[in-house]
């Protein structure tokens, strides 16, 4: 598995780590089941972590992320991007949103710069009941539609783990 790696400072004393995972061909040919002749067609898991989870981070961190992200995303014309929010504790001034719930919302804002800019589909995984559920997402252009159900299929499997 290829992985490229950024981190992000707020010259606060925290940082964003971002992690892109690329799946090798086995991966996607055996695991996934994508057809070989679609076999061309990168999967990217986006794996997002703060160093020190208890201090807060400033919003030009995230609004960096997402530049750089769409960056990858423009470079990687063959990619679906796929990203599982995390569950773990979260300190925001938000107490009405569930961790999960927030991040998803801070990324689909942040996101939603991008899209009509690079024509970027998505494909919303949500499992659970409210107040229990994982949210995941699957970036996309329109030539992967072949197999974009594969992937969210497989986003839905690794959420319910």
């Given at each position: 598995?290829?992985?490229?790696?950024?981190?992000?400072?707020?010259?606060?004393?925290?940082?964003?780590?971002?992690?892109?995972?690329?799946?090798?061909?086995?991966?996607?040919?055996?695991?996934?089941?994508?057809?070989?002749?679609?076999?061309?067609?990168?999967?990217?898991?986006?794996?997002?972590?703060?160093?020190?989870?208890?201090?807060?981070?400033?919003?030009?961190?995230?609004?960096?992320?997402?530049?750089?992200?769409?960056?990858?995303?423009?470079?990687?014309?063959?990619?679906?991007?796929?990203?599982?929010?995390?569950?773990?504790?979260?300190?925001?001034?938000?107490?009405?949103?569930?961790?999960?719930?927030?991040?998803?919302?801070?990324?689909?804002?942040?996101?939603?710069?991008?899209?009509?800019?690079?024509?970027?589909?998505?494909?919303?995984?949500?499992?659970?009941?409210?107040?229990?559920?994982?949210?995941?997402?699957?970036?996309?252009?329109?030539?992967?539609?072949?197999?974009?159900?594969?992937v969210a299929s497989y986003l839905k499997e690794k959420q319910q783990l």
């Amino acid at each position: 598995m290829e992985t490229i790696e950024n981190t992000f400072s707020d010259n606060q004393g925290n940082h964003l780590m971002v992690a892109l995972d690329f799946y090798d061909n086995e991966y996607k040919h055996q695991i996934l089941q994508i057809p070989e002749e679609l076999n061309n067609f990168e999967i990217v898991d986006i794996n997002i972590g703060k160093v020190f989870v208890d201090k807060p981070i400033h919003y030009s961190v995230f609004f960096n992320m997402c530049s750089w992200l769409e960056m990858q995303f423009n470079a990687n014309d063959n990619a679906i991007f796929t990203y599982i929010c995390s569950i773990e504790e979260l300190e925001t001034n938000h107490d009405d949103f569930e961790p999960q719930m927030y991040r998803w919302t801070l990324f689909d804002k942040l996101f939603q710069r991008s899209s009509f800019r690079l024509n970027i589909n998505t494909q919303d995984i949500i499992v659970g009941p409210t107040g229990f559920q994982s949210f995941g997402r699957a970036f996309y252009r329109d030539k992967h539609t072949p197999i974009i159900h594969i992937v969210a299929s497989y986003l839905k499997e690794k959420q319910q783990l």
